[in-house]
């Protein structure tokens, strides 16, 4: 029945999509509108916008604030001109400073933050939905900045956030490209085949952009009509101004108010790209001996070489298949590591070039806590990695309808435990398939439909099912109601294989105001996705003021706000809940802080929960007060520091955790980072315990396309030194040449960890990869 419920549910979302196709899916945008030029020679992309052809550009320059002062003119003279030929747009940047010795360049590295530098960027709604769209945006260093709009950001913030944003020792200063959960509306790791330069002189700064029509998706050939709309950040005043205006508490992906682009023809263009790739490493495993040596050095080194790759054909012209074979991950960012002081899994963020592309396409569920689809699930496995096999997905629209589909088959994997002394089972080999439909309506309204499945390929009744329906209403412009709701199947298992959730979101000028409902039932299991816990009911809401102080011009905003979250098991009894009262203040310059927050927390346990090896927390309900202070500095400047303290009752006694961090950054090239999170808990006079996290980490950028990255993490739970190193030379979309070294030392005794002290595991990696194109 099930099956019937979820293909009739396609098919009329199909046929919604069919018979809507050559309509748009809202009416267009009522902002500015602008005109592309047409040229027979294209400008030499040097960002010095010296080619006579840009004159014959239509001048944009009226651009508006949105911070500091909504609606304002732009502070500084601003000009930006549009031009095409067959095979890509052109936009160059004036960017004018009366003061260049002011502009903050930032970081040299692909997709690094954009909120703590001088930045300007350009959104494109190519399918002309008011909802969705590609971002390109550079600093004056000249980096590549490109990424993915679903959902209007569903409250991303442009660039990955600047100042304001408070919360000690965050690692997001020093690394760069992380996904959020379900409904992060915002994926920085799409990476695009396109050109940007810079430079800079007495004047300011420039920019000039190359994107050809085969980098983005579109309706479509012929006569184009975008939505559009440009930012330009002037980060020492912390200051941002739009072509389309904005209201503040909006952001440059909210492209309903975008403005528009037409007057351009785009062609009939397939894209037709393959990326092969060959590897080579060398693997030391210090726990084992094995039969083979490839280095004779006692047993214990493994070597390997492989091939493998990706390709990326253009079904239509909005319909994209991508394939990979062999797929292999080797230059992902490690995790950074967590201390886990709760009852219920810590949620690691996927950093997988292949499983990012295109993540919100199949983003369903309540982030970091309840998500249908958690990619994570697929290639790894008790933290190894599970090799994958090859792998197929379909992405893109038809119609209003947006499309997305994945199937993975991973192999059959066993790997030594160095614990159990022996090779031991990891994965079966699985299929995994994943299948999405969101038909869009006008006004941030839409209507999705989820297949996940995982198929054990050698034992037919091994498998899981997951089935799911979900939607969002746009009223006015400030409030959004949503929902999802879930069934599960799995062999073994009957009743409560259910979850749903709803809530909306109310956001103007002034005010915020959320409120959430979810329900998971006890046999909930979404084996391809992710839940942080199960059989509970739970409630949350949130009422949040922002206040401004116009004649205070070192204050930029003060935010007064509550919270309430409380969790229940579906017997009534309260398993966990917090109170939050607090406020926040900004600063002009992007300073933070926090007024020394305050929660009222709860925790319920109807079993005694071991917090640490022999260490139990007795059955019991506790109510506890604490408190927490978070700050930051300037982030922009050469100096900055992130500051948090979290202290007061927890469980039967008490828990202090100081954390924070200090980034040194020189010019644009060099980034360090101190990262620390300590705890100590003492829950009585015999029952405590001290834990740690420290990270150190640094990046050298040799130019926008050469780097080097090193990161060096202590987890004082595991007892393991953990070091990164990583020497890129980026060619187009994130190929290119890469070298990467990994390292685990444990400092442990085989008496407390199983394990003896020095190294665990070394190994080198050498990974090529080069992208041919065949786009006709």
């Not at 297949?451 to 089935?467: A, E, H, K, P, Q």
Request: hydrophobic share 35%; aromatic share 12%; charged share 20%.
């Amino acid at each position: 029945m099930r099956n019937i419920v979820i293909s009739t549910t396609i098919l009329s979302l199909f046929a919604a999509g069919n018979a809507a196709a050559q309509q748009p899916a809202s009416p267009p945008p009522t902002g500015p509108a602008a005109v592309a030029t047409s040229v027979t020679e294209a400008p030499a992309i040097d960002g010095r916008l010296d080619d006579a052809v840009w004159a014959r550009g239509q001048a944009l320059s009226e651009f508006a604030q949105r911070e500091p002062t909504e609606g304002q003119p732009v502070s500084e003279r601003t000009e930006v001109r549009i031009l095409y030929d067959e095979q890509a747009l052109y936009i160059g940047a004036w960017l004018h400073d009366r003061d260049p010795g002011g502009i903050v360049v930032g970081r040299t590295l692909r997709d690094a933050s954009l909120g703590d530098s001088d930045a300007f960027l350009v959104i494109f709604d190519t399918y002309l939905d008011r909802q969705n769209g590609f971002v390109f945006g550079t600093t004056p260093s000249g980096i590549e900045y490109d990424g993915q709009v679903t959902d209007e950001g569903g409250g991303a913030v442009p660039g990955g956030g600047g100042g304001g944003g408070g919360g000690g020792g965050g690692g997001a200063a020093f690394g760069g490209r992380q996904q959020g959960g379900s409904g992060s509306g915002f994926n920085l790791n799409w990476d695009g085949s396109w050109e940007v330069a810079t430079s800079t002189d007495a004047g300011g700064w420039y920019a000039e952009f190359r994107i050809p029509f085969s980098t983005l998706r579109y309706a479509g050939a012929g006569d184009q009509t975008w939505g559009m709309n440009f930012s330009r950040s002037i980060r020492r005043r912390n200051e941002e101004s739009l072509w389309a205006p904005v209201p503040r508490q909006y952001s440059l992906y909210r492209v309903s108010l975008a403005g528009t682009l037409s007057g351009f023809q785009a062609p009939a263009r397939r894209v037709v790209t393959v990326t092969p790739y060959a590897l080579g490493d060398v693997f030391r495993d210090y726990t084992r001996l094995s039969s083979v040596d490839c280095l004779g050095s006692g047993g214990r080194t493994d070597c390997g070489a492989q091939i493998g790759g990706d390709a990326k054909i253009g079904l239509t012209q909005s319909l994209t298949l991508d394939l990979t074979v062999n797929t292999d991950f080797a230059q992902a960012e490690v995790d950074d590591q967590q201390v886990n002081l709760t009852r219920f899994p810590l949620f690691f963020p996927e950093k997988r070039g292949f499983f990012l592309e295109n993540a919100g396409t199949f983003s369903v569920g309540s982030g970091r806590q309840a998500e249908l689809f958690f990619s994570r699930r697929i290639g790894l496995s008790g933290g190894k990695a599970v090799p994958i096999v090859a792998g197929a997905r379909i992405t893109g629209r038809t119609g209003p309808v947006q499309v997305g589909f994945l199937n993975i088959q991973t192999e059959h994997f066993h790997a030594y435990s160095a614990t159990a002394g022996a090779m031991q089972h990891v994965a079966p080999a699985n299929n995994f398939s994943v299948a999405r439909l969101v038909r869009e309506y006008a006004n941030r309204t839409q209507l999705g439909t989820t297949f996940v499945s995982r198929l054990n390929t050698d034992d037919s009744g091994d498998y899981n099912l997951t089935y799911g329906v979900d939607g969002s209403l746009g009223i006015g412009e400030a409030l959004t109601v949503d929902g999802w709701g879930a069934m599960t199947s799995t062999p073994g298992m009957s009743g409560g294989e259910y979850g749903f959730s709803g809530g909306g979101e109310y956001r103007d000028r002034d005010w915020e105001f959320a409120l959430g409902y979810h329900q998971i039932g006890d046999g909930f299991n979404p084996e391809v996705g992710f839940l942080s816990r199960s059989d509970y009911r739970s409630v949350n809401a949130r009422i949040l003021r922002h206040i401004r102080f116009p004649n205070v011009p070192w204050l930029r905003e003060i935010r007064p706000h509550a919270s309430w979250n409380e969790y229940w098991d579906m017997t009534g009894f309260s398993e966990s809940s917090v109170v939050h009262l607090d406020n926040h203040f900004e600063f002009a310059n992007g300073a933070f802080f926090q007024l020394p927050g305050i929660n009222i927390t709860g925790e319920g346990l109807k079993q005694p929960f071991e917090i640490r090896p022999g260490m139990f927390v007795p059955a019991g309900s506790y109510t506890n007060l604490d408190w927490q202070f978070r700050a930051n500095s300037n982030q922009s400047a050469a100096l900055s520091a992130n500051v948090g303290w979290d202290a007061g009752g927890f469980y039967t006694g008490t828990r202090v955790g100081p954390n924070g961090s200090v980034t040194y950054r020189f010019q644009d090239r060099l980034v360090t980072q101190l990262r620390v999170n300590y705890f100590d808990v003492r829950l009585n006079d015999t029952d405590k315990f001290k834990t740690a996290v420290v990270a150190l980490s640094g990046s050298y950028s040799f130019t926008p396309r050469i780097y080097l990255q090193a990161q060096v993490q202590y987890n004082d739970d595991t007892e393991n030194l953990g070091t990164n190193l990583r020497f890129g030379w980026v060619d187009t979309a994130g190929t290119g040449l890469y070298i990467v070294y990994n390292d685990t030392e444990h400092y442990g005794s085989l008496a407390t960890t199983g394990l003896d002290s020095g190294p665990l595991a070394r190994q080198l990696v050498i990974k090529y990869t080069k992208q041919f194109d065949f786009t006709r």
